[in-house]
């Protein structure tokens, strides 16, 4: 089989687009899943459905019919977006300006996500099996943390030799060998209300001790250790003369090292309330491990980059802030990330992908596939 055309590859691009998928819409999450199922199982893959829970959609696991049951290549992938439905027909629809293609999810990540597919239809036309079984995992709940996927991930990583992350490339067709772990806390302060003219002195503002705290936790951030804290939302209070009796806010957490999480985790856990008379309660923790490049990474790497040379381009590895799955394998098991489209604008109105990226980076995870041992 001739390797497919950028228009090719696109068709199949969008047909997955325009089947929108928020996260939380459970039935758009569901549709693209079926496309996908419909997509493999048309080229002989073998496809298990796996249900979804905890008001999220379906995953799909994808294998090969090759290599049995031992460890192979997994390729993960997520076919959930932040686009709410509507984006398509209102502020994202499908559309080509030049060399980039715009569309809702189109670069973060559904164009990775079908290379992937490409790449295996491509290698199943062939008729020849590759070294290692090939297992493609789609998940629904990425963009909101995994939350009903991670097990999943990590039990198909745990049978795997190498993991390869359709994520989306990063500056100009960078590969990711490293990514920040990701915590989340919520701190929660309960004070003591009053009315707030007549009787001012007897309350114990919630919103206050959450505020000096939220100095003190934004003043941990250190740009060279890669420590980064972002409060994200706070809310509290009941009425304007009422002093708050309770207040939350979330905390977003960034980090380079495992050693570096325990430290903060520790860091959170001691905190104690600067007003003796409020309660103060802190729950949460690492959401995804650091993605630390070490020398399986590098080697992998390494392959991936003479790979990309004689496809025809340079492939560089870059490291980034942004979590994604492959933080759950990459401390176990030798795994690239950013092997989707190249582009830009995730997670806006200006998403798109580069047209041109297409065919060389479907190239990349078909060789990926056909070369690991």
């Known amino acids: 089989m001739s390797t497919p055309s950028d228009s090719a590859i696109l068709d199949g691009i969008r047909a997955w687009v325009e089947i929108e998928s928020q996260t939380a819409d459970v039935d758009g999450v569901n549709r693209v899943m079926t496309r996908a199922a419909e997509d493999?199982?048309?080229?002989?893959?073998?496809?298990?459905?796996?249900?979804?829970?905890?008001?999220?959609?379906?995953?799909?696991?994808?294998?090969?019919?090759?290599?049995?049951?031992?460890?192979?290549?997994?390729?993960?992938?997520?076919?959930?977006?932040?686009?709410?439905?509507?984006t398509l027909a209102q502020h994202l629809p499908f559309r080509i300006d030049g060399?980039?293609?715009?569309?809702?999810?189109?670069?973060?990540?559904?164009?990775?996500?079908?290379?992937?597919?490409?790449?295996?239809?491509a290698i199943a036309a062939a008729g020849k099996a590759t070294p290692l079984p090939i297992r493609i995992l789609y998940v629904s709940d990425e963009e909101t943390g995994s939350r009903t996927s991670r097990r999943l991930i990590e039990a198909e990583g745990a049978n795997a030799k190498y993991v390869l992350v359709t994520e989306p490339a990063r500056?100009?067709?960078?590969?990711?060998?490293?990514?920040?772990?990701?915590?989340?806390?919520?701190?929660?302060?309960?004070?003591?209300p009053a009315h707030s003219g007549g009787r001012h002195q007897d309350g114990r503002s919630a919103i206050l001790e959450i505020a000096r705290h939220v100095v003190d936790i934004e003043g941990l951030t250190d740009y060279k250790r890669g420590l980064t804290f972002n409060i994200g939302q706070i809310s509290g209070g009941t009425a304007d003369n009422v002093v708050p009796e309770h207040c939350s806010a979330t905390i977003d957490m960034r980090i380079r090292s495992i050693a570096d999480a325990d430290e903060m985790d520790r860091h959170f856990k001691a905190i104690k309330p600067y007003n003796r008379d409020v309660t103060l309660d802190i729950t949460g923790g690492l959401n995804r491990p650091p993605f630390e490049k070490n020398d399986g990474i590098a080697r992998l790497f390494a392959h991936a980059r003479t790979l990309a040379a004689e496809i025809g381009f340079?492939?560089?590895?870059?490291?980034?802030?942004g979590g994604s799955d492959g933080n759950f394998t990459a401390h176990k098991v030798p795994t690239l990330d950013g092997l989707g489209v190249d582009g830009n604008g995730a997670h806006t109105h200006q998403e798109h992908l580069l047209m041109s990226s297409l065919v060389p980076r479907m190239l990349l995870q078909q060789r990926l596939m056909e070369t690991l041992l």
Do not use: N, Q
């Open 314 to 321: 340079e492939l560089i590895d870059a490291s980034t802030g």
């Open 99 to 121: 060399d980039r293609v715009y569309g809702p999810g189109i670069y973060d990540m559904k164009g990775g996500a079908y290379l992937a597919f490409a790449a295996y239809r």
């Open 171 to 192: 500056d100009g067709g960078k590969i990711v060998t490293a990514r920040k772990g990701v915590g989340r806390y919520v701190m929660t302060a309960r004070g003591r």
């Open 40 to 86: 493999f199982s048309a080229v002989g893959a073998r496809v298990t459905r796996v249900p979804g829970t905890d008001g999220c959609g379906d995953h799909l696991r994808v294998s090969s019919p090759w290599g049995g049951d031992g460890p192979g290549v997994l390729i993960l992938c997520h076919l959930d977006t932040v686009h709410p439905k509507g």
